[in-house]
Every structure is written in C-alpha cells, then in structure tokens.
C-alpha cells in the first residue's frame, strides 16, 4: 500500500472493457449444443461489443485432443470459461457486461 493508504496501481486488478475481449467457440459442424451455444454467444458479445470467433476441432488436431468429449467449449480470451452449456449470465458476468 503507498504511503497514503490508495492501493498501488501496479497491485489495482482491472478487468479488461468487454470490447476488449475476444470469446471463442469450439464445436464441430452438426452439433446441436453448438447451435445453441454460438445463439447465445453471439448475442452476448453483439449486446456488450466483445469479439467473437469459432474454432472446428475436426480442423484442430491440439484442439480435438483437448475438448473433443466437452464441446462446445466456450473459450474467454483463450481461457476455457465454459462447456456443453453456455450459461448467458455466467458469460456476461465473465465479460464484465
């Protein structure tokens, strides 16, 4: 703490603006959890102005490896946040919206 008792701005945790942030989406063609996770995503992120992208994992072998049993799996600034269900709340809350 400085000497005025105001928390140093190098200790000051910031989250980042949601137009700041990027959620990814990895899924696979024909899932219809998917479908439904990129609905709510896209909402979120066009609502709070966060980036959006979406990731295959038949595309992504490292991918595959690592979510194929979870997908979706909603990725915040790369960063698993979520899987199976995209909580709308939970995401919103995540970005800061």
């Not at 959620?23 to 990129?38: F, I, S, W, Y």
Request: aromatic letters at 6%.
């Amino acid at each position: 703490m400085a000497e005025n008792g105001a928390v140093s701005p190098l200790l000051r945790r910031k989250s980042p603006e949601p137009a700041g942030r990027t959620v990814t989406l990895v899924g696979k063609p024909g899932c219809h959890l998917c479908d439904e996770a990129r609905e709510v995503i896209l909402r979120v992120t066009g609502e709070l102005g966060a980036s959006f992208e979406e990731r295959d994992i038949t595309q992504d072998e490292e991918l595959y490896r690592r979510y194929w049993e979870q997908i979706p799996v909603t990725l915040i600034d790369g960063r698993q946040h979520d899987f199976w269900r995209v909580d709308e709340r939970r995401l919103r809350t995540a970005l800061g919206g």
